[in-house]
């Protein structure tokens, strides 16, 4: 009966520690908060540099469709990587295996230039 008692106090310890220390935390950080807003402290911040010329526009959304699929196609080579090296041992089932992975991948690039994904217009 002690082991369970030791686990109950245990229990009962973590379901405190659970419920208060955020709470305690939460109002400790409303009182003790410095909150001087200014202009100065909502501009982005990049790297250290100070901005030099207020953002004009934003970016195309094709830099990111095009970062994905050379994210795909990168991932493709990581994955083939190790078929090529164990190309002999895996015999005719491992290279149907690698030309049907490489098909799909065909076919979703070429879905991606017939949607016109890939077009800088």
């Known amino acids: 009966m ?4 030791t686990l109950l106090v ?15 935390n939460l109002i400790t950080n ?14 982005p911040y990049e790297c ?3 901005k030099i010329n207020p953002i ?11 970062a994905l699929v050379f ?3 990168d991932l493709e ?12 041992k895996l015999g005719m089932l491992g290279i149907a295996e690698a030309f049907l992975f490489i098909t799909i991948l065909l076919v979703g690039f070429l879905y991606a230039i017939a949607k016109g994904a890939l077009k800088w217009d």
């Open 77 to 88: 080579t990581v994955f083939l990587f190790p078929w090529a090296v164990s190309f002999r």
């Open 48 to 50: 250290g540099i100070p």
């Open 71 to 73: 994210l795909l196609f």
């Open 10 to 24: 245990f229990f009962l310890i973590a379901l405190t520690v659970a419920l208060l220390v955020p709470n305690i």
């Open 30 to 43: 409303k009182f003790l908060k410095i909150d001087k807003a200014n202009r100065e402290k909502f501009e």
């Open 56 to 66: 004009k526009g934003s970016y195309f959304a094709i830099f990111y469709v095009v």
């Open 2 to 5: 002690e082991s369970y008692l």
